[in-house]
Nanobody, 120 residues
Framework: QVQLVESGGGLVQPGGSLSLTCAASGSISSAYDMGWYRQAPGKQRELVAVLTSGGSTNYADSVKVRFTISRDNAKNTLYLQMNSLKPEDTAVYYC??????????????WGRGTQVTVSS
C-alpha cells in the first residue's frame, strides 16, 4: 500500500505563486510515475503534470511554462511549483502515483487532495 498526503494549497491572488507538496509513504519507490491532477467544480479530473520513473515530464498545455513538477526520491516527496496563477487554476489538486502491475494491469494511488483557490 501507498499513502499520499498533499499540502500547500490555499488562497492566492492572480499572478501569485504556490508550492504543493505530496508526501508518499508505504511501499513507494522510484519505480512509480508520479503526477498532479486537478478537478474544478463541475469538471472532470484532468492531468496537470506527470514525472515518470525515467525522469520524463509531461504538462498540460494550460500550465506549461508556469508550473514545474519535481520529486525527491530520497524523501519520497513530489512537488509542484505553480507560478503566474490564474483564476482558472482554481481546483482541488490531487497527487497520483502509478506503476505497472502484473498481467498488463496498472496500480494507481491517489491522495485526498488540496484546495487551490486563485481569486482577488
Amino acid at each position: 500500500q501507498v499513502q499520499l498526503v498533499e499540502s500547500g494549497g490555499g488562497l492566492v491572488q492572480p499572478g501569485g505563486s504556490l508550492s504543493l507538496t505530496c508526501a508518499a509513504s508505504g511501499s513507494i519507490s522510484s519505480a512509480y510515475d508520479m503526477g498532479w491532477y486537478r478537478q474544478a467544480p463541475g469538471k472532470q479530473r484532468e492531468l496537470v503534470a506527470v514525472l515518470t520513473s525515467g525522469g520524463s515530464t509531461n504538462y498540460a498545455d494550460s500550465v506549461k511554462v508556469r508550473f514545474t513538477i519535481s520529486r525527491d526520491n530520497a524523501k519520497n516527496t513530489l512537488y509542484l511549483q505553480m507560478n503566474s496563477l490564474k483564476p482558472e487554476d482554481t481546483a482541488v489538486y490531487y497527487c497520483n502515483a502509478a506503476r505497472k502491475g502484473l498481467f498488463g494491469t496498472r496500480i494507481v494511488y491517489w491522495g485526498r487532495g488540496t484546495q487551490v483557490t486563485v481569486s482577488s
